[in-house]
């Protein structure tokens, strides 16, 4: 595929971690300039995690997003820490760490039941509430692969349409092969459902955004780096120990759900 090597602009010099207010916009903008979740104001949530971002301002945009803000709730609660965006809390959100194993079955449980046992229908609302006990853990990849199926939408004949959306919405990994304008090109794993289950498919090419206005979430982005992607959007270049996670965790929820189809 054409495209220039990804390093043709000067990269930033490497910064600091973001702020926890920030690497949350960073993740939630992917699905909110789609406008799947969230305030109506992708433009400013992308200006905020671009451009150092108000503390205040990106607080109030964050406790809009109603899908992943009790989660954060729920996990700092668990873990005695005052701010749901604290930065170890948002890293164990969409990525996954030690503090959501800190979560008991019985609080994930309590949390579900108050959130979405009144949405679901009866066979639905069983599995749910014993994905806990399961092995459940409140990470990102629980809510698309367990509470997002659960309505009914993986078993409505639609699987291509759902597990699409499914994939998109999960935070995904892929390595830099190169860039293309505004894009970067990148290797990225799939999901796929094979024998009724659900897996990671083999790496294959993919186009994802990464800038906008000259603008990016990345500090870097040299070819054989690994981001992070949410919807069509680079989050945020990848460690080691955090694409470990990211692995580990997303695998784990894979498991999970697999017991219900």
């Known amino acids: 595929m054409l495209g220039v090597p ?28 789609l406008g799947y979740c969230g305030p109506e104001a ?9 451009g150092g ?8 945009l964050a406790r809009d997003f109603e899908g992943a803000w009790p989660y954060l709730e729920l996990i700092a609660g668990a873990n005695g820490i005052e701010d749901p965006l604290d930065s170890r809390v948002v890293d164990a959100y ?6 959501v194993d800190a979560v008991t079955p019985a609080g994930l449980g309590r949390s579900l039941e108050v959130r979405f046992k009144p949405r679901l229908r009866a066979d639905g609302w069983r599995w749910m509430a014993a ?25 409505s004949g639609e699987l291509d349409g759902v597990l699409r959306i499914m994939d998109s919405c999960r935070i995904r990994w892929g390595r830099v092969l190169e860039r293309d304008g505004d894009w ?23 186009r994802i955004r990464a800038w906008w206005d000259g603008a990016s979430f ?22 080691p120990d955090r694409l470990s996670r990211l692995m580990a965790y997303t695998r784990r929820e894979i498991r999970v759900a697999n017991q219900s189809l």
Do not use: M
């Open 6 to 33: 990804a390093t043709s602009r000067p990269a930033p010099a490497r910064t600091t971690p973001p702020t926890g207010p920030i690497r949350f916009a960073r993740y939630a903008f992917g699905p909110n300039r």
């Open 184 to 206: 970067l090109v990148v290797s990225a794993v799939p999901l796929e459902l094979a024998g009724g289950k659900l897996q990671i498919g083999p790496a294959r090419p993919e």
């Open 94 to 99: 969409w990525i996954g760490n030690e503090l």
């Open 53 to 60: 971002g108000s503390d205040a301002a990106l607080r109030n």
């Open 131 to 155: 994905a806990p006990e399961a092995g459940a853990l409140p990470v990102h990849a629980f809510h698309v692969l367990d509470v997002f199926p659960k309505v009914g939408l993986l078993r």
């Open 42 to 50: 992708p433009k400013e949530l992308f200006e905020q995690a671009t």
């Open 218 to 239: 990345l500090d870097t982005a040299a070819p054989g780096d690994t981001v992070s992607i949410h919807w069509d959007w680079a989050c945020e270049r990848l460690d």
